[in-house]
């Protein structure tokens, strides 16, 4: 038996991961404890992973969709029909007329990602969407609205903090997204350990504090913007905002300082359900702390304000001095500074659609069911690659009316997933252990900076293929350029050794360091203005006129919210046993508890309504209606409800495990369409949305 370490791409974090090999085959998968930053721990999803590798369910070969059944054919076969279909969809429509799908792991897969994208070039394609616009697309347009780059956001300090907020995140459940930290809420358990304040600032109590790590300040959902605006005010009024940081390294001050002026304490405590004593008492913490460290996850990201509130978590940084500090905000360089790379103006990222205003990039998921059946030149043939759009995106009743009607539809993926029931050609995709990879997704992310690279640990099983080849492939098929008629994938390699020569790196030095890792500089102050920030005058936009818009519209939703409490809001709720689509069918994560979704209210909601724990209750508003168990939590905010989205998966054509326990779609509640999303990221609205509920 050989022993291969690699690393994990479940999520941010990449930890580091053993496999023993035997025969060929993967034969066990643990934590790799001799990781130098990882240090021995992966979670219940990563160690899944090998559970994905070999499960019976997955799609082994080409599958074509032939009278009502997902039938095998020939790698030939496939490549030759799709490029066929395509090459007849471009002939008569253009571009315009193929869209792309690009679900959560293409972020992880430094091949596929680079494939794809020369392929969809070639084509012209454009109407691209993904998942970023269904959880963190705020953060790329929040970023390089204030620092002139997408790819900057400065990291909380956990390590060196004396007090640390943690705002719409739950760590012990979702580990963290946009910081790569392994074991976050260990990390957090160790920092309180040394003295340091923990807030979680969240519409539910989160878990850890009941393991007496930090408390948890009870917010009103979608209401984060008001929270940070009203401490930003309170800090100003008694002396918390560092004029000399501001008059160094600001502008646009004066614009943020009359943005504020509207949220006293007192006319926040009204919508965010945070009394003013509280609000003052934790702007006094950051005053009199020795660093203060901001971090915001997806329960604000999601909510109707996102890129503001992310905005206004820069500020709280900014003009408190705890950015580019020890114990504040600090950037993460890795082995490539990729702040210009992402550099862009901001306010001149938009173009008028159909549908008003839309910002370039990936367009929102909200409208994919849209560009196919309402507009003149809709989407005819559809790529879904790595994800599962029918069920991650509001609609799914419109998204099933839009599929049915696309001339094609191929699923690239491990499963034959619930979009898979609309799939013409469903291709199998390789796993992480049958590919080579490099830790790209944690760049400019990582608390501790690390590179590793990876080969590939075992051989693709059956005729699962990469993702990079089979875009390659289709390119032949299409007479298009492909890397397959030259140096194959080394022409994707030779990218990132480019980027590793900025670290005096290369792909030779990873594959003979030990386990192919190298550990980096850490994380420290004192080079953010001079060479992360990417605007022309070098300073931090504090206001930025792109927001003027969104600013006036904050002020209209805060007076709409005013007073307004009864009602129940629904948020999304973290599970630690699930992360996508392909953990939907892994029998070990099917514990008690976790096969199936309930609605969680708390006690006291449910008994004003008459509900009955473990009965199945009603749930609806304007966007749609499902019918599903109630649960109780005394840990939910009063006028809260909780539901893990994801689940639906009834129709899965090949996931076995997911369709004995397909749980309901509670994306079914949510709004699409024009208006259901943040202009100025494309992401969508998907907490804090009204329901009502009775018995079933």
Request: glycine residues 10%; hydrophobic residues 40%; charged residues 25%.
């Amino acid at each position: 038996m050989s022993t291969i370490r690699t690393f994990c791409r479940v999520c941010e974090p990449s930890c580091g991961l053993v496999a023993n090999v035997e025969d060929g085959q993967l034969a066990r998968v643990q934590a790799d404890r001799d990781h130098p930053v990882t240090k021995g721990f992966a979670c219940a999803k990563g160690i899944a992973t090998f559970d994905i590798h070999h499960d019976p369910d997955r799609v082994d070969q080409p599958l074509r969709h032939f009278d009502g059944e997902l039938r095998p054919a020939s790698w030939d076969e496939a490549l030759a029909d799709i490029a066929r279909r395509l090459q007849r969809v471009l002939d008569r429509h253009g571009p315009s007329a193929v869209g792309l799908y690009g679900g959560n792991p293409l972020g992880f897969n430094a091949l596929g990602y680079l494939s794809l994208g020369a392929w969809l070039g070639q084509l012209g394609a454009i109407r691209s969407f993904s998942a970023g616009t269904q959880d963190c697309a705020n953060k790329f347009a929040g970023s390089q609205a204030v620092f002139g780059s997408r790819t900057v956001h400065p990291l909380p300090d956990i390590e060196r903090a004396e007090l640390i907020f943690v705002i719409g995140a739950n760590p012990r459940a979702s580990k963290g997204s946009f910081i790569s930290l392994p074991n976050m809420i260990q990390r957090l358990r160790e920092a309180h350990q040394r003295g340091a304040t923990v807030h979680f600032v969240n519409p539910r109590r989160i878990e850890t504090v009941d393991g007496g790590v930090g408390d948890t300040v009870l917010l009103r959902p979608d209401t984060d913007v008001y929270f940070m605006a009203g401490l930003l005010h309170e800090l100003r009024a008694t002396g918390g905002w560092r004029r000399e940081v501001l008059d160094a390294h600001g502008t646009n001050v004066d614009e943020l300082e009359r943005f504020v002026d509207d949220y006293p304490v007192e006319r926040v405590a009204e919508v965010t359900a945070i009394d003013a004593s509280t609000l003052r008492d934790l702007a006094r913490e950051i005053r009199q702390a020795d660093g203060t460290a901001f971090y915001m996850s997806t329960g604000a990201n999601m909510g109707r304000q996102g890129t503001l509130a992310y905005w206004l978590m820069h500020m709280l940084s900014l003009v408190t001095g705890n950015l580019d500090r020890v114990g504040g905000n600090l950037p993460s360089i890795g082995f490539y500074p990729n702040a210009r790379a992402g550099k862009a103006d901001f306010g001149a990222g938009f173009f008028e659609s159909e549908f008003g205003r839309l910002r370039r990039g990936n367009l929102p998921g909200n409208l994919l069911s849209h560009y196919i059946l309402d507009v003149e030149e809709p989407i005819r043939a559809l790529v879904v690659v790595a994800g599962n759009p029918l069920l991650s995106i509001g609609g799914e009743e419109r998204l099933r009316k839009a599929f049915s009607q696309l001339e094609l539809v191929v699923l690239v993926d491990l499963y034959a997933n619930a979009t898979a029931e609309y799939a013409d050609w469903v291709l199998p995709a390789a796993d992480q252990f049958e590919r080579a990879d490099l830790t790209v997704i944690g760049l400019g992310l990582q608390a501790q900076p690390f590179v590793q690279y990876t080969d590939q640990v075992v051989a693709p099983r059956h005729e699962r293929r990469e993702e990079w080849w089979i875009f390659a492939r289709l390119a032949q098929e299409m007479g298009l350029d492909s890397p397959l008629d030259r140096g194959g994938a080394e022409e994707h390699w030779g990218k990132y050794d480019h980027m590793l020569a900025a670290s005096g790196l290369s792909l030779e030095a990873l594959r003979a360091s030990p386990g192919g890792v190298i550990e980096l500089p850490g994380l420290h102050a004192g080079r953010f203005f001079d060479e992360v920030v990417q605007l022309p005058d070098g300073r931090v936009d504090c206001c930025p006129e792109a927001f003027d818009t969104a600013r006036r519209r904050c002020r209209e939703m805060f007076d709409e919210m005013r007073g307004v409490a009864d009602g129940l809001l629904l948020i999304t709720r973290r599970d630690s046993f699930m992360h996508n689509s392909w953990m939907h069918n892994v029998p070990g994560l099917k514990k008690a508890g976790h096969d199936h979704n309930p609605l969680w209210l708390h006690p006291a909601d449910a008994e004003a309504r008459g509900l009955v724990e473990g009965t199945e209750v009603r749930v609806w508003n304007d966007h749609g209606e499902v019918v599903l168990p109630l649960a109780l939590d005394e840990a939910l905010g009063r006028g809260v409800a909780a539901a893990a989205h994801g689940w639906g998966n009834a129709g899965a054509p090949g996931m076995s495990v997911a369709r004995a326990h397909p749980g309901v779609n509670i994306n079914r509640l949510l709004p699409v369409g024009p208006g259901s999303f943040e202009e100025l990221s494309s992401q969508a609205h998907m907490t804090g949305v009204p329901i009502r509920v009775e018995p079933a």
